[in-house]
């Protein structure tokens, strides 16, 4: 059996409609480091070799809006609650404040990026069981 090859980096970027707000957004509220500024395209180190891209979208490269509504970008960390009150206090809306899911067994918040991208602030909780 053959292996493929290596993947070093993975980076998922977004459109935005105002890249200064996105990057506010990324940089004062999140605060995620700039790892390449390539003009219209901003790339963010997340964690480890995961990136997080932002570029300018002009009228022909816009997705649909519902598109928005179809892609969550989730954020996995212990700090669930301490992200929410950090957020929060910086003016930050929630459309959901810290809940456990337990379909999932995740705890988890969800809120909007200035383009409208939803955001996932979650944790897994520890006695997860991996479904056979």
């Known amino acids: 059996m053959s292996t493929h090859p290596q ?15 996105s990057t506010e957004f990324y940089e004062q509220m999140l605060g995620l480091e700039l790892w390449l500024d390539q003009g219209t395209c901003r790339i963010y180190t997340v964690s480890g070799s995961g990136y997080l891209g932002f570029c300018q979208a002009s009228e022909t490269s816009t997705p649909p809006a519902d598109k928005q509504s179809s892609v969550i970008f989730t954020l996995v960390t212990p700090q669930v609650d301490e992200w929410f009150e950090y957020l929060k206090e910086r003016g930050v809306k929630f459309e959901k404040p810290p809940t456990l899911n337990e379909k999932y067994n995740i705890y988890h918040c969800f809120l909007r990026d200035p383009s409208g991208y939803l955001i996932e602030i979650q944790r897994f909780e520890t006695n997860h069981k991996k479904k056979t």
């Open 7 to 21: 993947i070093e980096q993975q980076i998922t970027f977004f459109y935005t409609h105002n890249l200064n707000a």
